[in-house]
């Protein structure tokens, strides 16, 4: 049965829902996008026209979308290749639309939810035959138009033909990057991401009490490990902490039990204060950080002081040259040994979650590089600090040494890519064919 796709309903129309239809749009397939309303539908319409930034880049693109409703247009998806689920996360709500649509739906066409973390045997819980080996995950990293990562998620009965006709479709007509990703908690990027940013909180709270700055950690996290310019701070302001709050919640729930992951999922009593006054943010005004404007009309920026509870004038910092780059993590002083301690767990535990969240490290590295934009993945900073280099000072500071790390050294080997990244390293121990991006 052909799985190929050319025409798209996408069920919702908030930030994301508006942002898939409206790629599609700007690639030229015929989209359905469908709301609960006619305000709901006209307020989609401008999203995709307007928003910021706005989803499609010609607007005239917006003639490929018809516009409806579910109570009155539903019916019409029998005529469409792919239907993606973008509603709210909330599972019942998710699982109400889909009974609704399953027996609507033609043979061979292909379903799935846009989900950041709810997982796919929740939602198919119970749910025909037929629905079940037809839907897979495709979470597209936000902005829609701007990020290049979608992760691709089967469930156990999922047919292979709708994962292989998605990454079809969403490289070859989208211009994606698809990774596979295992229905697991916050799949690949998210999972690790979000380790990375709830444990440097915690982190970094320590490194304060030491004696280093905020300004330091934001640089420390920013080039010399080949992350967001914004350093760690500067990203969860534009989170927001009520976001971070929430996905400490959903990893308290849905986490293993021995998950490294279960020490971080609370703030850290002062930024957990900061939330409880509404300090969230740049969406409420402040957050880490604030810009007032001055009578001049000039602008000046401050910060939260965490140690003190105050806010005060931002300080200029020049990190000195040793920590410019990744051998920071290697410097045996105190911004070197903040910058390991946050990394190093980080990268152990992306080494740790082989194959639980992914088969190979290409697509972690790939999902970290793709939806975090991280200069380079888990495994990919790995190599370029050494691996040998890392097994030493990981024994030095008693962490042990995670699992694929042990498969390299059982190997013998001390890379995770050969031929300038053409071959990868597997789970056997042996060098496979790296997959084209």
């Known amino acids: 049965m052909s799985r190929d796709i050319n025409s798209v309903v996408v069920i919702g129309g908030g930030t994301m829902g508006a942002g898939i239809a409206g790629l599609c749009a700007q690639t030229d397939h015929p989209v ?14 401008d999203r995709i026209l307007n928003g910021r930034p706005p989803a499609v880049d010609d607007p005239d693109k917006v003639k490929n979308i018809t516009f409806g409703t579910i109570d009155n247009d539903l019916s019409s998806i029998a005529n469409y290749d792919w239907i993606c689920e973008a509603i709210v996360e909330d599972l019942p709500t998710k699982r109400a639309i889909f009974e609704k649509l399953e027996p609507l739906r033609k043979d061979g066409s292909v379903i799935s939810s846009n989900t950041s973390g709810i997982l796919l045997r929740e939602i198919t819980e119970g749910m025909p035959r037929r629905l079940r080996q037809d839907i897979a995950v495709t979470h597209f990293f936000n902005p829609v138009k ?8 089967p469930g156990s009965e999922t047919n292979p033909e709708v994962i292989s006709s998605l ?31 709830m444990s ?33 701070y500067g990203l969860i302001d534009l989170i927001g902490l009520d976001v971070m709050d929430l996905v ?109 969240i992914s088969d190979d490290v290409v697509n972690i590295d790939r999902a970290m590089r793709w939806g975090y934009a991280w200069g380079r993945g888990p495994f990919e900073i790995i190599d370029c600090l050494g691996a040998d280099r890392f097994i030493t000072r990981l024994s030095q500071t008693d962490n042990p040494v995670p699992k694929m790390l042990k498969i390299m050294m ?9 031929n300038g990244g053409q071959e990868y390293l597997g789970l ?9 991006e």
Not at 209 to 230: R, Y
């Open 200 to 232: 440097g909180l915690h982190y970094a709270q320590d490194a304060l009490n030491s004696g280093i700055s905020m300004e330091q950690v934001d640089a420390l996290m920013s080039q010399p490990v080949g992350l967001l310019p914004t350093g760690l």
């Open 146 to 153: 701007v990020m290049r990562l979608i992760e691709l998620i």
């Open 248 to 356: 400490g919640k959903n990893l308290a729930t849905n986490l293993p039990a021995q998950d490294k992951g279960m020490e971080f999922v609370a703030l850290p009593d002062p930024i957990q204060a900061m939330l409880e006054r509404g300090q969230i943010g740049r969406k409420s005004g402040a957050g880490f950080y604030r810009m007032q404007k001055l009578d001049d009309g000039s602008r000046e920026t401050k910060i939260f002081d965490l140690v003190n509870n105050e806010w005060r004038g931002t300080e200029k910092f020049q990190l000195r040259d040793e920590h410019s780059n990744l051998d920071v993590m290697m410097s045996d002083d105190p911004a070197g040994n903040f910058a390991w301690q946050i990394m190093s767990n980080t990268l152990c535990y992306a080494a740790n979650l082989v194959p639980e």
């Open 167 to 197: 990454a079809t479709f969403v490289g070859e007509k989208l211009g994606k990057g698809a990774v596979y990703a295992k229905d697991t908690v916050n799949f690949i990027g998210n999972r690790i991401g979000c380790f990375w940013m």
């Open 410 to 418: 059982e190997s013998g080997h001390n890379s995770f890519y050969l």
């Open 32 to 45: 359905l996008l469908l709301e609960v309303s006619d305000q709901a539908k006209e307020k989609a319409k």
């Open 428 to 436: 056997d121990g042996k060098y496979h064919a790296t997959p084209p």
